[in-house]
């Protein structure tokens, strides 16, 4: 299991190119600091400064039924 976070910016047209980062997975209660230019999207470019729109958390999990 693991967390993605998305930044969408105001000139986000495709989603395929939506800036992204995995959090490490960690058993620790303790905070992240994520530098904006830590986030990239499919074609390897970082965060370029424009407006960030919103920010959303995804759960990943490897859940599958038995």
Sequence with gaps: MGVEVVL???NLTNWENRLTYQLPVHGQG????IPLSAFQNSQGE???GGKVR??????????TAT
């Design 46 to 48: 970082s965060f370029n």
């Design 30 to 33: 303790t905070g992240i600091n």
């Design 8 to 10: 969408f910016t105001e």
């Design 54 to 63: 919103s920010i959303v958390f995804y759960v990943i999990s490897l859940y």
